[in-house]
């Protein structure tokens, strides 16, 4: 049984022909299910929890990646299966899991192709892209057995366990098991006239303690939650059913 | 642009773990995959498949993997089953225990130099590393 929730910025009257093109299409391919919409009255953990309790098998997601990241930390907790039907900008998340927009994602959803994803945790929060670490002096100890610091100036970096990025695409797979810090390397300013490598630094890890001296640090998670330092990251494997497209990007 | 390379190309392909020239590893670090150094590690650097280590790069650990080129500076022991290779810039300061060496002109190496036959490496027990004993005799 499928459940359909509808971000609360749907609500704009701009997105209502869209949105009764979506339904219609679900309607078309039998995709029927139930369908609620958010509001600042409606709690999307309270509503998820709801519709799994009457048996949806399959919670569906009807918005941008703001919407998205914050379902999969209530989807990971369940034996369901995510679908999304991206609607608004950002959609990185539904580019990198290769669904197409608006109501051709719909053709995704019926197409089922399910597949088993890794996410990173945080305390009781899950992320599917990455955690993303300021530029601040950080303490990163990897797996209890080594500690990575940087020289120099301090700069961001991100514990990633998909990588939406080119460069880095191919070692943040999220089905292998593991997270990667990807701290970048390559020099800033008038530095690049210099002779040197311009790497990224990529270091498998399966859990990291990120501390900060005294004091505590924001990191968000894929760019939405925030959370303080010092935190443990760890990688949850096969966490996450979702339904992806065939461009999918791992 | 690989023929005016300096270094090597042994295990430049599809490296899963790289650390980068601003990046200072500390500790026992166990990969799985391909490794590529090119900043600090302190320790050891244990590694099933290739390890290189980049020009700029600052290594005191001891060393195993299945092939390494070096083309920085290594301060430790080097164990490996398959090839040692040494760019003209390497300077290892350490026992090296390998199945194939190959030295360019221009690199260093002092220590103690054992070849093995490849399945041999890994069961025989380390060389002692040369300051580590001269620091027991005093």
């Known amino acids: 049984m499928y459940y359909y929730l509808f971000d609360s910025q749907l609500a704009d009257r701009k997105y209502e022909p869209l949105l009764n093109r979506i339904e219609f299409r679900l309607i078309e ?12 009255l409606k709690n999307m953990r309270d509503l998820i929890e709801t519709a799994i309790k009457r048996g949806a098998e399959t919670i569906v997601i009807v918005g941008n990646d703001a919407a998205v990241a914050k379902a999969v930390s209530i989807v990971a907790q369940y034996d369901v299966t995510l679908g999304i039907i991206p609607v608004g900008q950002p959609s990185r998340i539904a580019q ?43 303490t990163v100890e990897c797996d209890g057995l080594y500690r990575v610091s ?5 700069r961001p970096f991100s514990i990633c366990n998909f990588g939406p990025r080119e460069e880095v695409r191919a070692a943040c797979n999220p089905q292998d098991g593991v997270l990667e810090a990807v701290i970048d390397d390559r020099p800033s300013g008038w530095s690049w006239f210099r002779k040197g490598t311009s790497l990224e630094t990529v270091l498998p890890l399966k859990r990291a303690k990120i501390s900060s001296g005294g004091i505590s640090i ?29 461009g999918r990007q791992f | 642009m690989a ?13 899963e773990t790289i650390i980068g020239p601003s990046v200072k590893v500390e500790g026992n670090f166990i990969g799985s995959g391909n490794v590529v150094v090119e900043g600090t590690v302190n320790g050891s650097l244990k590694t099933s498949k290739d390890l290189r280590i ?17 083309a920085g500076e290594v301060h430790g022991n080097v164990r490996t089953a398959g090839k040692l290779e040494l760019g003209p810039s390497a300077k290892v300061l350490g026992n090296v225990e390998v199945a194939v060496l190959v030295v360019a002109q221009g690199a260093i190496l002092n220590g103690k130099c054992v070849m093995v036959k490849p399945e041999t490496v890994s069961s025989s027990p380390p060389i002692p590393h040369p300051e580590k004993k001269k620091s027991f005799q005093a």
């Open chain 1, 29 to 40: 391919l039998g995709l029927n299910g139930r369908m609620d919409r958010l509001s600042v």
């Open chain 1, 96 to 138: 990198a899991l290769g669904l197409p927009e608006e109501e051709a994602a719909c053709d995704a959803l019926s197409k089922r192709i399910v597949r088993t994803i890794d996410l990173g945790r945080v305390n009781d929060q899950y992320f599917l892209f990455s955690l993303d670490v300021p530029a601040q002096v950080v």
């Open chain 1, 150 to 154: 940087l020289t120099g100036l301090p």
């Open chain 1, 218 to 246: 924001p990191l968000t998670l894929d760019g939405q939650t925030v959370v303080k330092t010092p935190v443990t990251v760890e990688v949850a494997p096969k966490k996450l059913r979702v339904i992806v497209g065939k």
């Open chain 2, 3 to 15: 023929m005016f390379s300096r270094e090597p190309e042994v295990a430049a392909k599809s490296p």
């Open chain 2, 54 to 70: 980049g020009e700029g790069a600052k290594v005191k650990a001891d060393i195993e993997a299945a092939n390494v080129t070096v």
